[in-house]
């Protein structure tokens, strides 16, 4: 089973921009799809974007579209996540996670085999 480990979340002002990465070891990352999740206090935790396993496919939540992008460096073992124009509604812990199989529900946390312990993201007003 591959381990994942995210960093990058921080403090940032309102617009500003963070990079979160997730690198993965125990396995090679391109034979997993790929996901960024985040769980805010007191709410449920909620899809932000997903990546096939070559990188040519992505799909994002409507609340981040335009501002995030995810994307990947299989050479590297690394899915990425860049924020930009960040809002207070997005603080939150972000997870990354792994998928394998087919790309498909990977807006549902369930269908992912491996998930990374989180970093914070805390955007200011």
């Known amino acids: 089973q591959v381990q994942l480990v995210e960093s990058g979340g921080g403090l940032v002002q309102a617009g500003g921009s963070l990079r979160l990465s997730c690198v993965a070891s125990?396995?090679?990352?391109?034979?997993?799809?790929m996901g960024w999740f985040r769980q805010a206090p007191g709410k449920e935790r909620e899809f932000v974007a997903a990546i096939d396993w070559s990188g040519r496919y992505a799909d994002y939540a409507d609340s981040v579209k335009g501002r995030f992008t995810i994307s990947r460096d299989n050479a590297k073992n690394t899915v990425f996540l860049h924020q930009n124009s960040l809002k207070p509604e997005d603080t939150a812990t972000y997870y990354c996670a792994a998928q394998t199989g087919v790309w498909r529900d990977y807006k549902f946390g369930g269908r992912y085999d491996s998930w990374g312990q989180g970093t914070q993201v805390t955007v200011a007003s």
């Open positions: 125990g396995r090679t990352l391109s034979s997993y799809h």
